[in-house]
């Protein structure tokens, strides 16, 4: 599918091209949507440049990336998407930067284009000059990483919480108490891992395009795009430092989760090696006495089945008592 977004006298409008003979005019960007073979033919026949295919935007060498012919820009930017289900992941979107178009390839929808075709169609968005209108797309791109990066953090601050100020520790003001569920607990941060390292992925690559884009367009751009470009160069490297420490944040609050599962196996194990440790007496003595032997005086005893359960007793009391004196309960 072929959008055109096309400057008129109320801003920009957005047309949808099937079966065209030629391109409006005025057009300031095409959107090609899950192109066709046959929609990239007319749009390569039109513009008279080569529309990338899905396998070539896929390359990850940065010179097949990020590269100019003539005085057209070729950018491949990865975008997060998907990020409503479990499994969040990138796409890469092609952007083509002619001196009068900007032309973007992408074969899976998401919502930094959403926003930015919406602020487009409402006038929200004003683009002089092509270069300008890419360099927009970028904030909102960035900004959009920006608002993944801010929300994870959240979450994650919610998650830390519930891990290690969990009420399993200390009880309520209303005397209840709250069991974190722990394997839960490393579900959710494996899931906030694999976003934060796709974030990661993205914030990277759009490091390496901006810095490659700002040193192209000498020629035809405007000064103030090379400025704003300047600025979202400052933006994306703080970016890439917050995504780098969510990232270690993820593996203190892992280690963390795990820590306090294995303090809960620990009390496991103790319960019973101290539940062993008191019943050990009263079975040695239960040993003793159970031994049906000739000559054992116990034996004839009128109170010796009374003496032997109170032994028993007192030999499990003990050890029970030493326990709790020296703190290991």
């Known amino acids: 599918m072929i959008t055109a977004y096309v400057k008129n006298q109320q801003g920009v409008s957005a047309v949808s091209l099937q079966n065209i003979s030629e391109l409006p005019k005025q057009t300031v960007w095409l959107d090609l949507l899950e192109p066709s073979k046959s929609e990239e033919q007319i749009i390569e026949s039109f513009l008279g440049i080569e529309v990338p295919t899905s396998q070539e ?6 010179s ?10 070729y950018l491949t930017a990865a975008l997060l998407t998907r990020l409503e289900s479990s499994q969040p992941s990138n796409t890469d979107i092609r952007f083509i930067l002619t001196p009068a178009t900007v032309i973007s390839v992408r074969y899976v929808d998401s919502r930094p284009f959403r926003l930015f075709t919406s602020r487009m169609v409402s006038g929200a968005t004003q683009s002089e000059s092509s270069d300008s209108l890419l360099q927009r797309m970028l904030e909102v791109i960035v900004d959009d990483l920006a608002d993944i990066l801010e929300a994870t ?8 919480h519930r891990v290690f100020f969990s009420a399993s520790a200390n009880n309520h003001e209303d005397g209840t108490d709250e069991k974190v569920d ?3 607990a490393i579900a959710q941060i494996g899931k906030y891992g694999e976003l934060i390292s796709e974030a990661r992925i993205s914030v990277l690559n759009m490091n390496r395009l901006l810095i490659f884009l700002s040193q192209c367009g000498d020629g035809w ?3 103030e795009t090379k400025v704003r470009l300047q600025t979202l160069i400052r933006d994306i490297r703080s970016l890439t430092e917050h995504a780098a420490f969510l990232s ?12 306090m599962i294995n ?5 496991i194990i103790k319960i019973f090696s101290v539940a062993a440790v008191v019943f050990l ?10 031994m049906n032997f000739r000559h054992m005086p116990e034996l004839q005893w009128d109170l010796g089945y009374p003496i032997a359960i109170v032994l028993m007793i007192v030999s499990a009391i003990l050890p029970f008592l030493y326990f709790k004196r020296r703190g290991w309960l």
């Open 221 to 223: 751009w405007r000064p």
């Open 248 to 259: 270690n944040r993820v593996n203190f609050i892992l280690d963390g989760t795990l820590g």
């Open 64 to 73: 097949s990336r990020f590269y100019s012919r003539n005085e057209n820009i």
């Open 57 to 62: 935007i896929a390359e990850i060498e940065d």
């Open 263 to 267: 303090i809960e196996q620990n009390k």
């Open 281 to 290: 007496p009263p079975t040695l003595l239960a040993s003793i006495f159970g």
């Open 153 to 160: 953090a959240l979450e994650l601050d919610t998650l830390s």
């Open 182 to 184: 722990l394997k839960e």
